[in-house]
């Protein structure tokens, strides 16, 4: 799975915005979103597998595990969205030019 389909859900681009401040536990991840903890495991396992996040266990007890965003998955986002806005401001550019020229 790749990044945007991972970022199609609305609950994977919430969880994403709550790991940009901090790491947590997948059971506030579920209780922030109002998700059960099984229906939370399946959009961490998507993001997961997308490299979006990773999970660490705690030294002090292995059984905790915590999810922190991976910035670097959110470069090919990024890329993509400069071309698309450069894009927009050359088209948006060229209709500028176009009404001008029609108004004068």
């Known amino acids: 799975m790749d990044v945007f389909d991972a ?12 790991l ?11 209780d922030a979103t109002g998700m059960s903890p099984a229906a939370m495991s399946r959009h961490l396992k998507v993001l997961l597998a997308a ?3 990773e999970d660490e266990r705690v030294p002090e007890d292995a059984r905790i595990r915590m999810f922190k965003l991976q910035p670097e998955s959110l470069v090919a986002v990024q890329a993509f969205l400069d071309q698309l806005q450069a894009e927009w401001r050359t088209q948006l550019g060229s209709f500028k030019r176009h ?3 029609k108004t004068r």
Do not use: F, S
């Not at 970022?7 to 709550?18: E, F, G, H, S």
């Open 99 to 101: 009404v001008e020229a």
């Open 51 to 53: 490299g979006m996040i």
């Open 7 to 18: 970022l199609a859900d609305p609950t994977r681009r919430r969880v994403v915005q709550l």
């Open 20 to 30: 940009g401040e901090r790491r947590h536990r997948a059971g506030e991840l579920a």
